[in-house]
């Protein structure tokens, strides 16, 4: 048996949260495989963890209020822990991203790979298309050089390729890389956790790669990642300081860990966003 522990954190979604149950539900194509789910709600007021529990009473959902994505998912991960269960795997998903059915056996075909090739089991990160189209939204992205942070998109075909930065809206752990690494970094509150976890990943010998083929569909919603110069300093300084924002602190954490030569440099484009955002806006164009 193959035992697999599903982390789903949530907010005010419910629609959308169910919908990917049902799609999790629906991928688990064969009878030696168990997968059980735990869900972290962040303190929603939609009726989302009552609906849940009504349609899906074996899922296991905790509601702790305040916590962003990256808090969420760590909260998840120890509710698995907590269950005593010997997992093979964790399966790390985004609620509004939909899953097609085959997703679970190409990820769990990519660990077989993976350990034939390397030795070793790995992360695994299944690729997303916006809905209804055919444009990349989410997946992996390659560094053009290690200590760098300049990346290209992987876009994914019917190979496996190694990556270095990963989108957890779909993304299988093995319990090797678990084991050695743990779960995510507790510095980051809402983003950036998932590219420190695959970094770390590769820093500790494992292998990242990209599940051959789009394996679900979810709308980029990031945007511009700076605010807009329409609002007042205080705004935006608020928002340079905010875990929705630009995690000051976390950011540069970050970047001291993994880019360190581009700490300065990564520290003025931060103060630039918020100081002159006219004049970053005219820089990106």
Not at 8 to 22: G, Q, V
Not at 240 to 268: D, H, N, Q, V
């Amino acid at each position: 048996m193959t035992n697999i522990a599903t982390l789903i954190t949530c907010f005010n979604r419910k629609d959308k949260t169910l919908r990917c149950i049902s799609d999790i539900k629906s991928s688990i194509l064969q009878n030696d495989i168990r997968v059980d789910i735990y869900i972290v709600d962040g303190g929603s007021s939609d009726g989302t963890i009552e609906a849940i529990r009504l349609a899906y009473p074996d899922v296991v959902i905790k509601e702790k209020n305040g916590l962003f994505w990256a808090g969420g998912m760590r909260a998840a991960w120890q509710m698995a822990l907590d269950a005593n269960i010997e997992y093979d795997y964790f399966w790390l998903v985004n609620d509004d991203t939909i899953i097609y059915n085959n997703t679970l056996q190409k990820m769990l075909n990519a660990d077989i790979y993976a350990r034939k090739k390397y030795g070793k089991g790995g992360l695994y990160v299944g690729s997303t298309v916006a809905i209804g189209t055919n444009r990349f939204s989410y997946g992996g992205r390659k560094l053009k050089t290690w200590g760098h942070q300049t990346s290209s998109i992987i876009i994914p075909d019917d190979d496996y390729h190694e990556c270095e930065l990963t989108n957890a809206n779909i993304l299988l752990v093995s319990d090797e890389v678990f084991k050695s690494i743990g779960g995510f970094c507790n510095i980051y509150t809402h983003g950036i956790a998932d590219y420190d976890y695959s970094l770390r990943a590769i820093r500790a010998g494992f292998p990242v790669l990209i599940v051959p083929g789009y394996c679900g569909e979810c709308d980029d919603d990031h945007g511009n990642n700076w605010a807009s110069s329409k609002s007042c300093l205080k705004e935006r300084i608020k928002y340079l300081k905010s875990p929705k924002g630009l995690a000051y602190k976390e950011y540069l954490y970050y970047i001291k860990e993994f880019f360190p030569t581009e700490y300065r440099s990564s520290w003025a484009k931060l103060w630039i966003k918020t100081i002159c955002p006219k004049i970053w806006e005219i820089l990106k164009k």
